[in-house]
């Protein structure tokens, strides 16, 4: 089953900091674009983070800037984000997305998708 798996999230005081993971099964991470996206409670999802498909480039949303770091482990088929100096704003549910395009018998397929989320919850 094809499916991202997200943990790490968590209860934390402000100026803490969480390490997310966002564990691929059924497939194998290779050249695909890879995002972050949260949730807050009653507003829609924005992305925070994301790593390109096609060159490896990484943006980060202007509000979670030098606070958040998002990684490859090729070796754990995951994709990790570090967050530090949490503040209460960044409190929400936290996706993982998967963008790519698979050769299945000749055919480029492409496939999104995305965990279940986890939830990050900062005190002040």
């Known amino acids: 089953q094809v499916q991202l798996v997200e943990s790490g999230g968590g209860l934390v005081q402000a100026g803490g900091s969480l390490r997310l993971s966002c564990a691929a099964s059924?497939?194998?991470?290779?050249?695909?674009?890879i995002g972050w996206f949260r949730q807050a409670a009653g507003k829609g999802r924005e992305g925070v983070t994301c790593?390109?498909?096609?060159?490896?480039?990484?943006w980060y949303g202007d509000t979670v800037k030098g606070r958040f770091t998002i990684s490859r482990d090729n070796a754990k088929n995951a994709v990790n984000l570090e967050i530090d100096s949490l503040k209460p704003e960044d409190t929400g549910v936290y996706y993982c997305?998967?963008?790519?395009?698979?050769?299945?018998?000749?055919?480029?397929?492409?496939?999104?998708?995305w965990g279940q989320g986890t939830q990050v919850t900062v005190s002040s």
């Open positions: 997305n998967i963008r790519g395009l698979r050769n299945i018998r000749g055919t480029l397929i492409p496939f999104d998708i």
């Open positions: 059924g497939f194998t991470l290779e050249d695909d674009a």
């Open positions: 790593i390109s498909g096609s060159d490896g480039t990484i």
